[in-house]
């Protein structure tokens, strides 16, 4: 059993291009070195929007809002109001109904002998 293996040396293949790198290719798919330059570009960037999103977040945002309590309302009390709304909700139910009425009564003719 040798106690060394000797490999032979792997032929160099020429490089068309000197500054493009040989892309590595492996049967199935092509291996694509990454760019850190290119990288660096992105990275700078994305770090650029994502501060002018945090800018325009913090420019939208709402502002604290005080405001002295006051009573408000009229002299109305919460029960007359309470009343007045169910009052004005029933009438808005009866409305469309003899609205309907009143188109079929002058829909409808009238016999006459």
Known sequence: MPSAILLKPKPVEAV????EKPKPNNKAFTVIPPN??????????????????????LSRAMSY??????????CLSLEEVRLKQQQE?????????LLIRKQVVEETPVLTR
């Open 36 to 57: 850190p330059k290119k990288r660096r570009e992105i990275q700078k960037k994305a770090e650029a929007e994502l501060a002018a999103l945090e800018e325009l977040r």
């Open 16 to 19: 068309k291009n000197p500054v």
């Open 65 to 74: 809002v005080s405001i002295n309590p006051s009573s408000v309302g009229g």
């Open 89 to 97: 909700m029933m009438q808005a139910k009866r409305k469309p109904k």
